[in-house]
């Protein structure tokens, strides 16, 4: 069964230090990888998408993940963080590009001034 | 375009009642997601819908979750009776499709619950 685990519950950064949240994925098959992002009572809005095109993937708002297979992850960075970035971070996994997702537990971002 | 729309945002009620959630979707998509999160948790899929058939309900408590998507367009989620640890947001997604390109799930606000 897939499962994905994020580790850290809680990143806390300063305002334009790096940001990286881990994501760790387990998979019998080749998974599509997603990387969404939930500010406080608003849904969830994707950040990027793995689809097997490039194992380097770039997103919305300067956010970008890479696939490692070897490591079974899929790391979100950011070079530099904002105010404005401080939200709810969730990984998830998906067998194929239509298929239910299965999330991760979440990492909650606060950006300090 | 219009966003996917969820009625009410929030809801409290006591143990025992029974609540219904609606969603929805945007225009045109034909496939229409139900998800719980509970409070610490990442969301987890309820119910899947393909036009108004069901593709996957297998995580959906069926003694007291029930469903719908009538016409293939707007859908309601409903529990009865409901206990403490329904609380929860129950978030709707929808996609145009469900396998190819744009197939992107776009998820609504949610509906907070509170059972007392």
């Known amino acids: 069964a897939q499962s994905v685990t994020q580790l850290g519950s809680h990143v806390s950064v300063s305002e334009g230090a790096l940001v990286l949240l881990r994501c760790n994925y387990s998979?019998?098959?080749?998974?599509?990888l997603f990387w969404y992002v939930q500010y406080p009572n608003q849904g969830l809005q994707l950040l990027l998408k793995?689809?097997?095109?490039?194992?380097l993937v770039k997103g919305i708002n300067g956010f970008e993940a890479e696939f490692k297979k070897s490591e079974t992850s899929f790391h979100l960075t950011k070079p530099s963080a904002h105010m404005s970035d401080a939200a709810e971070y969730f990984c998830?996994?998906?067998?194929?590009?239509?298929?239910?997702?299965?999330f991760g537990q979440g990492t909650e971002l606060s950006v300090k001034p | 375009e219009a966003g996917v729309a969820q009625s009410p945002r929030y809801k409290i009620i006591e143990k025992r009642q029974s609540v219904a959630f609606w969603c929805n979707p945007i225009?045109?998509?034909?496939?229409l997601y139900w998800y719980q999160q509970i409070l610490g948790q990442g969301p987890k899929l309820l119910i899947q819908?393909?036009?108004?058939?069901?593709?996957?309900d297998s995580q959906l408590p069926k003694d007291r979750f029930s469903a719908e998507r009538l016409k293939g367009v707007d859908s309601t989620l409903k529990i009865q009776p409901a206990k403490l640890e329904d609380s929860a947001v129950y978030l709707c997604?929808?996609?145009?499709?469900?396998?190819?390109?744009?197939?992107?799930?776009?998820f609504g606000p949610g509906t907070r619950l509170t059972v007392l």
């Open positions: 997604a929808s996609s145009l499709r469900t396998s190819g390109g744009r197939n992107e799930q776009f």
């Open positions: 998979s019998s098959v080749p998974p599509y």
């Open positions: 793995y689809t097997s095109a490039a194992t």
């Open positions: 998830a996994v998906s067998e194929n590009q239509g298929g239910k997702l299965i």
């Open positions: 225009s045109g998509h034909a496939t």
């Open positions: 819908f393909q036009n108004n058939g069901v593709v996957d």
